[in-house]
C-alpha cells in the first residue's frame, strides 16, 4: 500500500495566519492527491482533488500543489471555520490511502 | 444534491457480522457512473476505505479487509450495504459511506459508530 505521511500531525495558529500542511507519499502518485477537511463531530468533506482543483463552493483561500511525491494544502489567511482536520488521500492505486491527519488548532 | 444516511446497530457482538445500509436521496443511486463507498474511521485514528460498489454490483474491496466483507447494491431502494463478518473490538469504529467521484470521495454520509462489544 502507498504510505501517506502528512506534517505537522498538529499546528496551533491565529486567525489570519498563512497555513502550510504538507503530504509526502511513498512513491510516485502523480497528481492523483486530494485534500479534505473535517471539523469534530462531523465528516470529512473535499476541498482540492487532483492536487490543486478547488472543489466547487470552497472558499478561494484554500489551494493546492504539488505533483509526484510532494504535495501541500494552503490556507492563506485562517478564518475560524478552519480549525479542524485535514487530510491527504492518493488515489493513483488501490487500496485508496489517507493520510494520519493534521489538525490545526487555534493559537 | 445527493445526500447519504448510513442505517445499523450500534453495538455488535464479537465474532458476529456487522451489517450497515446506505441510504442515498436527492438523486438516484442509478444515474452517472458513479461507485459508492464504505470508508471507516477507528476512534480519534484516520480513514481507512474499506471498498465499493457501482450500481451494476461491480465490487472493490480493500485487500486488508476483502476476505471479511461484501458490499451489495439495492437500486430499488437507492440503498447499498455493509457487511463485515467476524468483527472483533479492533473493527469499532465509524462508518461513512460515500460517493465515489471520479477518484474522490464525494459528498459523505454523516457517519455511524459501531462499537464491537459483548
Known amino acids: 500500500d502507498i504510505q501517506m505521511t502528512q506534517s505537522p500531525s498538529s499546528l496551533s495558529a491565529s486567525l489570519g495566519d498563512r497555513v502550510t500542511i504538507t503530504c509526502g507519499a511513498s512513491?510516485?502518485?502523480?497528481?492523483?492527491l486530494n485534500w479534505y477537511q473535517q471539523r469534530p463531530g462531523k465528516a470529512p468533506k473535499v476541498l482540492i482533488y487532483a492536487a490543486s482543483t478547488l472543489q466547487g463552493g470552497v472558499p478561494s483561500r484554500f489551494s493546492g500543489s504539488g505533483s509526484g511525491t510532494d504535495f501541500t494544502l494552503t490556507i492563506s489567511s485562517l478564518q475560524p471555520e478552519d480549525f479542524a482536520t485535514y487530510y491527504c488521500q492518493q488515489s493513483y492505486i488501490t487500496p485508496w490511502t489517507f493520510g494520519q491527519g493534521t489538525t490545526v488548532e487555534i493559537k | 444534491q445527493v445526500q447519504l444516511q448510513e442505517s445499523g446497530p450500534g453495538l455488535v457482538k464479537p465474532s458476529q457480522t456487522l451489517s450497515l445500509t446506505c441510504t442515498v436521496s436527492?438523486?438516484?443511486?442509478?444515474?452517472?457512473?458513479?461507485?459508492w463507498s464504505w470508508i471507516r474511521q477507528h476512534p480519534g485514528k484516520g480513514l481507512e476505505c474499506i471498498g465499493y460498489i457501482n450500481n451494476s454490483g461491480s465490487t472493490y474491496y480493500n485487500p486488508s479487509l476483502k476476505s471479511r466483507t461484501t458490499i451489495s447494491v439495492d437500486t430499488s431502494k437507492s440503498q447499498f450495504s455493509l457487511k463485515l463478518s467476524s468483527v472483533t473490538a479492533a473493527d469499532t469504529a465509524v462508518y461513512y459511506c460515500?460517493?465515489?467521484?471520479?477518484?474522490?470521495?464525494?459528498?459523505w454520509g454523516q457517519g455511524t459508530l459501531v462499537t464491537v462489544s459483548s
Open positions: 512513491q510516485t502518485i502523480s497528481s492523483s
Open positions: 460515500a460517493r465515489v467521484r471520479s477518484t474522490w470521495f464525494d459528498p
Open positions: 436527492g438523486g438516484s443511486i442509478s444515474s452517472g457512473n458513479y461507485y
